[in-house]
């Protein structure tokens, strides 16, 4: 059974830094797609960064784009987010999801095409 297990969330204020990340366990973390998504109060799960399986090729959401930077450590099994500049928008609980197919393709993966979900994190930012 896959496992994806996030952590690193808290209560920052404007303009400080956080490092999410997003621990795989039970399957083949070097073969998935893997996402950050987020969900700010009272709304719809975002897109926030997308990396393919080898770390080659990485999308953002035009939000955070220059300001988070998403990587991943295969032998680790890990994906992480690190999240700079802070703004009281990026307020939302934080998921990474997985993808079993592993490349990026132009509109894919879809949020209803990750094939496993972790149970998110919150990450509050607030002066």
């Known amino acids: 059974q896959v496992q994806l297990t996030e952590s690193g969330g808290g209560l920052v204020q404007p303009g400080d830094s956080l490092r999410l990340s997003c621990g795989v366990s039970g399957g083949t973390f070097g073969s998935y797609a893997m996402g950050w998504y987020r969900q700010p109060p009272g709304k719809e799960r975002e897109f926030v960064a997308v990396?393919?399986?080898?770390?080659?090729?990485?999308y953002y959401a035009d939000s955070v784009k220059g300001r988070f930077t998403v990587s991943r450590d295969n032998a680790k099994s890990t994906l992480y987010l690190q999240m700079n500049s802070l703004k009281p928008e990026d307020t939302a609980v934080y998921y990474c999801?997985?993808?079993?197919?592993?490349?990026?393709?132009?509109?894919?993966?879809?949020?209803?095409?990750?094939?496993?979900w972790g149970q998110g994190t919150q990450v509050t930012v607030s002066s």
């Open positions: 999801a997985a993808d079993k197919y592993g490349v990026i393709e132009p509109g894919r993966p879809r949020l209803d095409e990750y094939d496993y």
């Open positions: 990396i393919n399986w080898r770390g080659n090729e990485i």
